[in-house]
C-alpha cells in the first residue's frame, strides 16, 4: 500500500478490557445538524464521545462553512474521541448554501469544504486516498445530472495485536453508481495489508455490500432514517480472519444529531 503521507501516534488507544478488541465506529453526521435545524460543535464532540470509538469514520462532514458556524468538523471528532490521528479528505469545495453550487473535487486547505474523514486512537504507520469513478450523467425517473464526487482514505494502523487497514468511504446516493463505485474500492484495496475493515455510508442496502465483496459483515442493524430505521445503508465490512466482530457488541446507535445513526461494532484482532 502505497502512502501519500505518513503519520504516527504518541498513545495507544484505551482498551474495553482487551487490548486486542478494537471499536469500529462509522458515522454519516449530516454536517452535525441536530433535530432543532442547529449545528453545534459541543454537541458534535459529545456525540463522538458517547460512541467511544477507537476508529472512526465519518461522511458527510463540513469544513469552514457557513452553515455548521465555520467548524473544522473532522478535527472536533478527533480530539473529543482522544484520535492521535486523523484525515480530512474533501470531497466538494465552495459554500454549501450557495444557490447553483457547482461541484469541484477538491478544496485549499483553508477553503470552505464538505466530505469524508477517518481518526484513529492507534498510531498510523501510512495513508492513502482514491478519489472514486462516478457517472458524469445518470437518467432515471426522478434525477438527471451531473453526480457529486467521492472519496475513499484508508490508514494502516499499528496495533497492540499488529497491523490492520481501515478504509472510509461515502459512495454514491444516485441509483446505480453505488454498485460500480463498491467493486472499484475492493479491488483497489486488493493489495492493501490485512486483516482489512471497510467503513462508511455505501448507499447499499442491507446484504448488498456483502453479495458484491464477499466480505463479513462486523455489525447488522438498520441505520436508515434515524428515527425510526427501516433499513441499513451504513457498513462496517471485515477481510481476513485476522479481525473478528465480537457476538452480540454491534449496534445503531442514536446520538441525537443527524438523519443517520452511527453504526458501532467491536472487533477482535488476532
Sequence with gaps: ????????????????????????????????????????????????????????????????????????????????????????????????SAPGLRWRARGRERYPAYGIALASRFPVRAWRRWRLPMASRWIGPAQLGVDEPRAAVAAEL???????????????????????????????????????????????????????????????APTFPVGRPRFQIDHILVDDDGATPVDGESRAVDTGLSDHRALVADVRLA
Aim: glycine share 8%; net charge neutral; hydrophobic share 40%.
Design 1 to 96: 500500500m502505497t502512502a501519500d503521507d505518513d503519520g504516527a501516534g504518541a498513545r495507544s488507544p484505551s482498551g474495553r478490557g482487551t487490548m486486542w478488541t478494537m471499536r469500529l465506529v462509522t458515522f454519516n453526521i449530516q454536517h452535525g445538524l441536530g433535530p432543532d435545524g442547529r449545528c453545534d460543535r459541543e454537541r458534535l464532540a459529545d456525540a463522538v464521545r458517547s460512541l467511544d470509538p477507537d476508529v472512526l469514520a465519518l461522511q458527510e462532514v463540513d469544513r469552514y462553512q457557513p452553515r455548521s458556524r465555520f467548524a473544522d468538523q473532522a478535527r472536533i471528532c478527533a480530539e473529543a474521541m482522544g484520535a492521535v490521528d486523523h484525515r480530512y479528505v474533501p470531497t466538494v469545495a465552495g459554500w454549501m
Design 158 to 220: 499499528e496495533t497492540p495485536s499488529g497491523g490492520v487497514t481501515v478504509c472510509a468511504t461515502h459512495l454514491s446516493s444516485r441509483l446505480g453508481n453505488a454498485w460500480a463505485q463498491l467493486p472499484w474500492l475492493r479491488d483497489a484495496l486488493g493489495a492493501a495489508p490485512r486483516p482489512l475493515v471497510l467503513m462508511g455510508d455505501l448507499n447499499l442496502r442491507d446484504e448488498a455490500p456483502v453479495t458484491v465483496t464477499r466480505w463479513r459483515a462486523a455489525a447488522t
